[in-house]
C-alpha cells in the first residue's frame, strides 16, 4: 500500500445473534437452561445459625443449667462454681449477638435489676470509723477493734462483706436470662413458652420418681434438702412448690392464645389435664405454702379471662357442666389425695400446731433484729452469722434458721429501706402493666401480663413463709414471668413500625 494512502474499513453492518436464525422455542428452552443454572437463594430453615436461633439456643443452654445447679439457696453450694461463670460466658456471648429490634419494653426489669445491684455494691463501700460506728446496729460490733486495741478500721456497711459480694453474683443467672430474653422475636415467643412448660414437666417426673423411692433427693446432690419429697430441681419442697404453682397461669395463657379448631381444642383439653397434674403433685410436695399459693394461683388463673370459651360448640346447659366441671374436679381429686392419705401438706396443716411453729416463735426476735439495723441493713446476706449473734439462749435448739423464712423481713433487716423501694417499684410496675391493659380482658397482651403478673403473685406470696426467690431457678422464672408481662409492648411497636412501613412503601 503506498504510503500516505488512506483506506476505509468496510462496515460490518449491525451484528446479528446466532440465536436470531434458531426457533422461538428454542431460545426459550436455551434461556431457561441459563437460569436454572444459576445458583437459587439459600432457603431459611428453622434450624439456620442465626442471631435468633442462636439467641434461643443460649437461652435453652443457660435454662438448663440453671435448672441443675440452681436448687438451692445456701451460699455453700458447690454447684454454684459451675454455674455463674457459664452465666458470665452467656452473657458475653448475648452481648455481641446482634439485635434484629431494640427491645424497649424490658428496659424497668433491667432498670430494677441495675438498681437491686447497687444497692448491694453500696453495701461493701468502706466507711469511715465516725461513721460506720454511727449506723444502727453496727455498735455492738466496734467493741472487737476496742477489745483488740486496734484503731477502729474502715468498714462497709456489711458486716459480712463476703457474704454481700456472693448475694451480688447471686443475680448473674437472672441477668444472663433477661440478656437471652432480651432480643427473642415474636415468632420464637411460643417456643420459650413450651420451653419453661417443659422444665415443669421433667421437674414434675422428677418428682414422681422421688415420692416412688427411684430417686433420693435432687439429679445433683445437695448437702441439705428435702429427703422422702418431692422436690424436683429443687433442694426445698416450698421452692419446688412455689415454682410448680407458676405454671398454672402459663397454662391458661397458653390455651387462651391458641387458634379455634381442632388444634385449639386440643391444646385446650391438654392445659386442664395438666394442670390437674400440677396441683396433685403440689399437694404431694407435702408444702403447706405451696398448697395454699397453687390453690390461689389455680383460681386467678381461671380469672385471668372469662370461662366461656369452654363448651362454645355445646348447649347451654353442658356448656355449664363443663365450666362447674374445670371448679369441681381439682377438689375432687384433692379430696381423694385425703382419702388416700397423699395430701401430704393438707396433714401438715391439720396436724401440726400453727401457733409453735418456729417461724411464729421466733418472729419476734425477727422483728426486733429489723427494727435495730434500720434503715441501712446490715448487709445482703448475713442473716444467718447476725441471728446467731443476736439468738437469745432459749431460742438454741438442734434446729437453726439459715434464713427468716420471711423474705420481707429478712430484706428490710439485710438490705434496709433502699431495699424495700426497689421491691416497692416493682409491685408499682407490676400493677401500672395491669391498668394498662384492663380494658381488652381477650387481648394476647392483656392475657400475658396477667400471666405474668400471677406468676410473680405466686413468687412473692410464697416469699411470705420462705425464700424461694434466693435460689437461681426461681430468680429465672421471675424474670421470665416480667418478659411475658413487658414483652407485649415491644410486639405492638414491632406490628405498627412494620404496617407504617408497609403503608408508606405503597403510597
Known amino acids: 500500500m503506498p504510503p500516505g494512502r488512506q483506506t476505509e474499513t468496510p462496515d460490518p453492518g449491525p451484528r446479528i445473534s446466532r440465536d436470531a436464525d434458531r426457533p422461538r422455542s428454542e431460545r426459550r428452552r436455551r434461556s431457561s437452561r441459563y437460569r436454572a443454572a444459576a445458583p ?58 446482634p439485635l434484629r429490634e431494640r427491645a424497649h419494653a424490658m428496659t424497668a426489669p433491667l432498670l430494677l435489676l441495675a438498681a437491686h445491684a447497687l444497692i448491694i455494691a453500696l453495701q461493701l463501700v468502706p466507711l469511715p470509723p465516725d461513721i460506720w460506728t454511727s449506723l ?13 486495741g486496734l484503731e477502729q478500721p474502715w468498714r462497709p456497711v456489711s458486716l459480712v462483706p463476703w457474704l454481700t459480694w456472693n448475694s451480688l453474683f447471686a443475680l448473674l443467672p437472672a441477668l444472663a436470662v433477661m440478656a437471652a430474653l432480651w432480643g427473642i422475636s415474636p415468632r420464637q415467643r411460643d417456643k420459650v413458652i413450651l420451653g419453661f412448660l417443659g422444665f415443669l414437666a421433667l421437674s414434675i417426673l422428677l418428682g414422681i420418681a422421688q415420692v416412688a423411692g427411684a430417686l433420693n433427693g435432687p439429679p445433683l446432690h445437695y448437702r441439705f434438702f428435702a429427703q422422702d419429697s418431692a422436690t424436683g430441681f429443687f433442694a426445698n419442697r416450698n421452692h419446688a412448690a412455689a415454682v410448680l404453682a407458676t405454671g398454672f397461669p402459663v397454662l391458661r395463657m397458653w390455651s387462651l392464645t391458641a387458634q379455634q379448631g381442632r388444634t385449639g381444642s386440643r391444646r385446650r383439653i391438654f392445659s386442664l389435664v395438666a394442670a390437674l397434674v400440677l396441683l396433685v403433685m403440689i399437694v404431694v410436695t407435702g408444702s403447706r405454702t405451696g398448697m395454699l399459693v397453687g390453690f390461689a394461683a389455680f383460681a386467678a388463673s381461671l380469672a385471668m379471662a372469662p370461662i366461656d370459651e369452654l363448651g362454645t360448640k355445646l348447649n347451654p346447659r353442658r ?13 375432687l381429686v384433692v379430696l381423694l389425695l385425703v382419702l388416700f392419705g397423699k395430701a401430704v401438706a393438707l396433714d401438715r396443716i391439720v396436724e401440726d400446731d400453727l401457733l409453735a411453729e418456729q417461724r411464729v416463735v421466733y418472729l419476734p426476735i425477727l422483728l426486733e433484729l429489723m427494727r435495730d439495723f434500720l434503715p441501712f441493713g446490715s448487709g445482703f446476706g448475713t442473716f444467718d452469722p447476725i441471728y446467731r449473734s443476736f439468738e437469745p439462749d432459749w431460742a438454741i435448739t438442734t434446729k437453726y434458721l439459715n434464713h427468716a423464712h420471711n423474705d420481707l423481713l429478712e430484706l428490710l433487716m439485710t438490705g434496709g429501706v433502699l431495699a424495700l423501694a426497689v421491691l416497692v417499684a416493682f409491685i408499682v410496675w407490676i400493677a401500672s402493666r395491669l391498668w394498662k391493659t384492663r380494658k381488652d380482658a381477650r387481648s394476647a397482651e392483656t392475657v400475658s401480663v396477667r400471666a405474668g403478673a400471677v406468676m410473680a403473685a405466686a413468687l412473692l ?28 409492648l415491644y410486639d405492638m411497636r414491632s406490628a405498627a413500625s412494620a404496617n407504617s412501613s408497609r403503608s408508606g412503601g405503597r403510597r
Open 40 to 97: 437459587a437463594p439459600a432457603r431459611r430453615t428453622p434450624f439456620t445459625l442465626s442471631a435468633e436461633n442462636t439467641r434461643l439456643a443460649i437461652l435453652a443452654s443457660l435454662f438448663t443449667a440453671i435448672a441443675f445447679f440452681g436448687g438451692s439457696a445456701r451460699a455453700d453450694v458447690n454447684w454454684l462454681m459451675p454455674l455463674r461463670p457459664i452465666c458470665l460466658f452467656a452473657i458475653a456471648i448475648l452481648i455481641v449477638l
Open 461 to 488: 406470696g410464697a416469699s411470705l413463709t420462705d425464700y424461694p426467690l434466693r435460689t437461681p431457678i426461681a430468680g429465672a422464672v421471675l424474670v421470665f414471668a416480667c418478659w411475658l408481662m413487658a414483652r407485649p
Open 319 to 331: 356448656a355449664w357442666m363443663v365450666r362447674a366441671g374445670v371448679v369441681a374436679v381439682p377438689l
Open 136 to 148: 444502727p446496729g453496727h455498735a455492738r460490733f466496734a467493741e472487737a477493734a476496742v477489745v483488740a
